[in-house]
């Protein structure tokens, strides 16, 4: 079957209750992203929110869903996102990794996380199209999470949809920039959201990987960088010379960038 080539994605999934919040602008845009993408036969997700020693794919064909939380409303426990897993997908994406000379692993009882379940929900919410995790791995080297990217780019050509999802700016555990509903967004937010703004839209990947170094408040807006690597990924699975597209932007809790963008 021939496959129309499709770019690659990274969305900010915000707090969990972003899966409850419709009034919100980002979920109003997760809300009618799926239309822009007729044709993709899977989805793989790689979630801030699974974290191994090296790259893992889920092989799973019922994943469950996964409430990786605590403190929030219960009605956010109950919800499920019953989309189907794909093995032969999951050992493609093992099969690419391997062949560009990296270590994996594969996992048979991993289920989906809010990182992937939250925005599928709303991205395709009739859970008819399969979906497949890659992990983020626990090192946060920038530089070796754009190469696990690069391995996976075939995928794009093959009716898979790429999709990164973390957070554009991502302040937890910096008391500096703090979240609250109501609060203002801070300078330093907005400084780093406008600097990665024009490092994605320029393609230039040396200077995103080396954003903690670069980048106006680096260590406030992305303090532990969990979330900042499903970007570099993302990026690297749309190809050689790749640019970014900003696709949405809002703000979430004051200073929780919602970013997002698409890349071919």
Known sequence: MTHASHPTLFVSHGA?????????????????????????????????????????????????????????PGELYGITYPAP??????????????????????????????????????IYPDAEIPVVQLSIQGHLDP?????????????????????????????????????GEGLPTDRRAIAF?????????????????????LAPSAVHAQPYPDHFMPLLVALGAAGPGARGTVIHQSWYWGNLGMGAYEFQ
């Open 143 to 179: 530089a070796r999470h754009l190469a696990l990217g690069k391995a996976i780019a075939p995928l794009r050509h093959e009716g898979v949809l790429v999709i990164g999802s973390g957070g554009a700016v991502h302040p937890l555990g910096d008391s500096t920039l703090a979240l």
């Open 16 to 72: 969990p209750t972003l899966a409850l919040e419709t009034g919100l602008p980002a979920y109003t845009f997760l809300a009618g992203l799926g239309k822009r993408y007729p044709g993709i036969s899977a989805v793989l997700c790689i979630s801030a929110h699974w974290n191994t020693p090296r790259p893992a794919v889920n092989v799973v064909t019922k994943p469950a869903t996964i409430h990786d939380f605590s403190g929030f």
């Open 193 to 213: 959201n406008e600097w990665l703004n024009h490092a994605v839209t320029s393609g230039d990947s040396e200077s995103l990987i080396r954003y903690r170094e």
């Open 85 to 122: 897993g794909s093995p032969g997908i999951a050992h493609r994406v093992a099969g690419l990794v391997e062949a560009a000379g990296l270590l994996y692993d594969t996992d048979t009882g991993r289920g989906l996380d809010h990182g992937a379940w939250i925005p599928m929900m709303l």
